[in-house]
């Protein structure tokens, strides 16, 4: 009854259990995520659908071939451009998980999307060359790097706000995104913000959607996860009945989730996306004058519509106005 | 740092109480769990005692966070839905069960065979051995293992946050996210696990002198 196991044995056959373990987790994973499918191909896209990205990579790629070289008396003058130039890389805080903003394509390593583009536009315009090296950000690790000069900027769809403001410097806004309303593509009942009262709505724990919602739809039953594919699980499992978010990210999954689509207008506030840079520097200045010459000379239009144009069926937006 | 215990207090509490419940149901679900784990697997009949190692091997080798994940969102697929709060119970007992039986085990080990053989001769059965001999003495001697199970389940209910439930790091994180406090919210909510932890570790060292068994 008193039994001794022998730990080598006990071993040998973890070894093996753990094994046949990560072949039936594996084999769970993929049934409960979705089946890859290509973009439906947009018209203008023609290198885009190859290894699945909904970018248009050609003219991305044609955009930063184009993008404008500094003077290297105005790099010399300013000490943040002037360490970038040093090192010939831009440190970038970001993603590479985001469809239209930061996307790594897994066959060529490269990392595309508006972004993405921004900081290696940027970089280009410092060194020469449009080379950033990617550092993962998260939500709850942005301000800390960025206060520890661990990276020289963040790009990351951050949105700007007074709190966020007393503890980094924010450059631009360089992109405005709304909010917007995801639900099955069999749900009827919920065709506005209003519908939403009394429903179970996911959001993004760290995201302003949670103060969004309290605002525009204080009688909705909020249910937060981590991040975007548990959201979007949630919806398509049936767990909640809608998912509000920045409709940038939105659409991203629209444009990957057949079983999904987005629902009335979008609302809330227009939601200004900055570059994050260390706090009392250089660095601000610099940035917003690249911004506003980007900007003018139409290499703003030409990146958004290579990447999120993609998804967004219209002319180009005006960009932001740019804070001074 | 100020706004965390004024503006935002009702959250850290309402994180506080959710951790503190879940770590609670936890555990005496592991303990329920790696009881009758445990008794399988110390079982005269082989069949349940493979299924008694099958399970112990097969969830202690599982990150929580994957199986987080299997549970809230790979069981909806055949039709199996909890609600949040229960995915990451039936997760952290799995879990948790899974360590508790293999205390239990260690304690069920020490005590002498002897004694086992004496308890057959009077007549009682397995059962009679198992709730008179074996697992009154097998709870006593790991008192402190079993609040490392119990420190085990309270830290590993932080991840709980992933799949929505709004537990003390979830709180943290959201308040984080209103106010970027920075480092200063996680600090608070790691004092808070600690002072948890320190107490659970003094109330089993208190249990165990209680309990002691005379040998």
Known sequence: MDRIEIAGRSLTRRGVLSLGLGTLGAGVMAACSNTPSLPPSSGSASAGGASGSVIDLAAYDAVLAKGAVADASLVEANSWAKAIKARGVINRGGTDTSSLFSLRDPATGKVAGFDAGISQLLAKYITGQPKENLSQVTVDTRETLLQNQSVDLIIATYSITPARQQKVDFAGPYYESKSAILVKSTTTNINSVDDLAGKNVATQAASTGVALLQKYAPKANVQTFDDNPKCLAAVQQG??????????????????????????????????????LHKGTDALAFVNTWLKAMEADGTWAALWKATVGQVVKSEPPTPPAIAS | MQELFTTYFAELLAGLWMTARLTAVSFLGSLVVGTIAAAFRISPIVPLRAVGRLYVELFVNIPLISLLVIVTFGLPDVGVTFDLFTCAAVSMVLLGGAFTCEAIRTGVNAVSVGQIEAARSIGLDFFGVLRHVLFPQAYRSVVQPLVNVFIGILLSSSLAGV??????????????????????????????YVIISLLAGWAGARLEKRWRVQR
């Open chain 1, 239 to 276: 767990r909640v009945d809608a998912y509000v978010i920045d409709q940038s990210i939105l659409l991203s999954d629209v444009a990957k989730n057949k079983d999904v689509k987005l629902v009335g207008d979008p609302f809330g506030n227009s939601d200004p996306y900055g570059i994050g």
């Open chain 2, 163 to 192: 799949i929505g439930v709004k537990d003390l790091t979830l709180q943290v994180s959201e308040i984080n996210n209103q106010a970027a406090l920075g480092l200063t919210a996680y600090m608070i909510a790691a004092f808070a």
